[in-house]
C-alpha cells in the first residue's frame, strides 16, 4: 500500500511595476531624508525654527507686545535666509551625488531618465518651503492674536519667506546641472551676494534694481499705516513665483526634458517673472506721495478722534483701539498734578513723518498749540515713560514747544510726575534717559523734542521717587503755581518737595 502525497504549487505573485511618476516619488523622498542629515541644513532648519519660537515666547522689549502686523509680516523675510543658502549648497551637493563618487556612468543606464532625477530633487526642496511657510503662518497668527496688536498684514509679504527657500533650492538644483562641479556652489552664493550688491550700489538704488533682489528689506524702522506702505509686495510674490518656476524647469531642460509641456511652461514662467519685475519697479506714485504728505502734515484729514474723559485722541484708524492705553498715562499722570493741570483737557494727537518713506527716519517738530500732546505709533516698553514724560511737560510747561525749553526746576516736577505712578519708577526713570543712568545729567527721550535733565535735578527726581507717593503728591499740589513757575530753581523745588537741596541747585542749566 502506498500514498501519493500531492503538493500545491503557492503561486507567486507577479511583481507590481511602479510607474515613473511613482519612483519620482520614491527618490524625492529619499532626497529629502538624505538633506536632514546634512549638518548646515539641519542646524540652520534648527536655528531658524528654534530663535523664532524663542523671540514668541521671550520677547526682548516691551513694545513685542503691542506689534504694528504691516511690519510683522516684513520681519518673517529674515528668519529663512541661512536656511535657503544651506539648502542651496546641500541640494547641489546631492544633485552632483553620482558624479562626485563616479557612479554618474551606470545610472545613466537605469531607467529613470537624468530630466526625472532631476525633478526628483526638485522635489525635495518643497517639504522645505512648506515647513518655512508654517512658521512664517505661526508667527504671524501668535503676533496678530496679541492683545496690543494694530494693523494689516501682507500675504503676499509673509509668501517671501517660503518662496526664497524654494528658490535657493531650485537654483542649486539648476547649478549642479549647468556646473557640475562640487566647488561651484560657494562660488555661486558668493557670486549671487555680490551681482545684488553691486547692481544695487551701482543702480543707486534704483527701485527696478532693488526689487531684484529676493527679499528686499527697508533702511527705516519707521511704522506706517497700511495703505501708505507702499511696498509693491504682490508684484514681487509674482515675480518670485516666475523665478522659482522658471529655475525649476530651467533645471529640467538642462537634465534632458524636451516635451512641450515643458517648454511651454518655461516660456509661462519667463513671462511671470518678467510680468513681475516690470510691474515692481515702478516705484512711488504720485498718489502715494500726496497721500504720505497728508498724513504727515495734514493728520486731522485722515484721522479718527475718542474722548476718554476730559481728554481727546486723535489716531489713524488702525491705531484707534490704543487710544485707551494713551488715555490710562494721561489719567496716572493728571491724577497726581495740581492745579488748573489735574483737569485740563488735553489733545492728544498721533503724528507720523511719512513724506520721505521707509528709506529714513525723521524727528517731529515740537507743537506751539496748548495743552497739546504727540504720540507716535510704537506703544509698550519704554514708549510709555516717554509719553508720560511729554504729557506731563505739557501740563507744566503749556505746549511742547516750551517744554522743550525747560532748564530749571520745573524739570523736578515734570519727571516725578512722569514716573511716580508707574510700577518701577526707578527702572523707568534709568528707562527713559538715553544712556539709562540714574545719576548725573541725562537728556531725556520724548516723541518730540528730547528733555534735559542736570546732575543736581537728577538727584533730586531720585529722593523723591523713593519717598512714599503720598507725602510728595500732597507737596505737589500744594505748592503747584511755584513748582510751575518758570523762575523755579532746583534747589527750590528740592525745599518745596521735601528733599535735601542738592550741589548746583540754584543752577538752571548745565552747559
Known sequence: MSAVLETTATPVAAPQRRTPWAAVIELARFEVRQQLWFLPVFATLLLYVGWTGWRLLFPADGMDAYPALQDV??????GPMLLGIALFVCVNRAALRDRRRGTDRQVDVAPMEPWRRTLAHLLSVVPFGVLTALVVIGEFTWQALRPGAVGHGS??????????????GTLGVLGARLIPSSFAAPLLVVGFFATFLFLSAGTGEAAWSRWLSPVVSENSGDTFPSDLIGRPAAWHALYLTGLVLLVALGAVLAAGGRSRALKAGLAGALALTLAGA??????VSPQLQAARERASVSPE???TCVR????TYCAFPEWTPRAASWAKVVHEVQGLAGGTAHTQPLLVRQRIEARYGL????AFEPSGDPHRVTVGVDWGGNRVPEFSAAVASVLVAGNEKTAGKMCDGRLVTVMWLALAWQDDPMQSLRDV???DSLSGSAIVLSPTDPLSMTAAQTDVVRELLGKPRGAVEAAVKAHWAQLTAPTVTTADAARLLGAAV??????KCEN
Not at 73 to 78: H, I, L
Not at 158 to 164: F, H, I, K, T
Not at 502 to 507: A, H, I
Open 278 to 283: 516690470v510691474a515692481q519697479s515702478g516705484g
Open 359 to 362: 528709506d529714513s527716519s525723521s
Open 73 to 78: 509680516d516684513r520681519a518673517t523675510q529674515s
Open 301 to 303: 484729514k485722515e484721522q
Open 155 to 168: 500675504p503676499a509679504e509673509l509668501a517671501v519667506g517660503p518662496l526664497y527657500v524654494l528658490l535657493c
Open 433 to 435: 534717559r538715553l544712556d
Open 308 to 311: 476718554h474723559e476730559t481728554s
Open 502 to 507: 542738592p550741589k548746583g541747585g540754584e543752577e
